[in-house]
């Protein structure tokens, strides 16, 4: 993976192209997964589940509630983002408890595909289109440092020989992961918010 393509290292500024890059490193991640077998499939679903659990922390906390507060039917949009989320969520979580090498795992690993899939396009659709028009440079801007705190303690790609506090926040299950990850995205704005950072 390139520097490009780590989402630490994203040059986006604008929480829409960050978010929309981002579906493309998760789509990336499913393929890794799928060409991995043994040990390097367990750690390669590991990557995708850390990044899957960070960016839909982020796009909850950060991107869905501006969009029910300023887009026209923004709460039925957003509702139903979240519903999609959800089914996502406990897919990842069943997954997470399998082993990558069982007989199974393959078959939810698509149906996870499937469902974040058809929810990243509806978010491009139906609320980043929206979000895009009703908000300035400014506001996308102030939106993409929080999404960019969470996820750069979300590493997709191995540092061989790095340690470090973020590596001990991506420790666990996707539910205490996407826990963490608020915790940091909080604060993140607060500091945003308030001019600091």
Request: net charge negative.
């Amino acid at each position: 993976m390139d520097r490009q393509t780590r989402p630490e290292t994203m040059r986006e500024n604008d929480v829409i192209d960050l978010l929309i890059q981002q579906h493309a490193l998760i789509r990336e991640l499913f393929d890794e997964v799928d060409r991995c077998r043994g040990k390097e499939r367990k750690e390669a679903f590991s990557r995708l589940a850390r990044m899957l659990a960070v960016h839909e922390t982020a796009e909850e906390e950060i991107v869905h509630p501006y969009a029910r507060r300023k887009l026209v039917g923004g709460d039925a949009i957003v509702d139903n983002r979240l519903q999609e989320e959800e089914e996502a969520k406990e897919l990842l979580c069943r997954l997470d408890e399998m082993d990558a090498t069982a007989p199974g795992f393959t078959q939810e690993l698509e149906r996870l595909r499937a469902a974040v899939f058809a929810h990243a396009a509806a978010e491009e659709r139906y609320e980043f289109s929206e979000l895009k028009a009703c908000t300035s440079e400014g506001q996308r801007r102030a939106m993409a440092v929080g999404v960019k705190a969470a996820e750069a303690v979300a590493p997709t790609h191995p540092h061989p020989g790095v340690t470090s506090p973020a590596e001990n926040i991506l420790m666990g299950p996707p539910l205490a992961i996407m826990d963490r990850a608020r915790d940091l995205i909080r604060k993140a704005m607060g500091k945003s918010e308030s001019g600091e950072g």
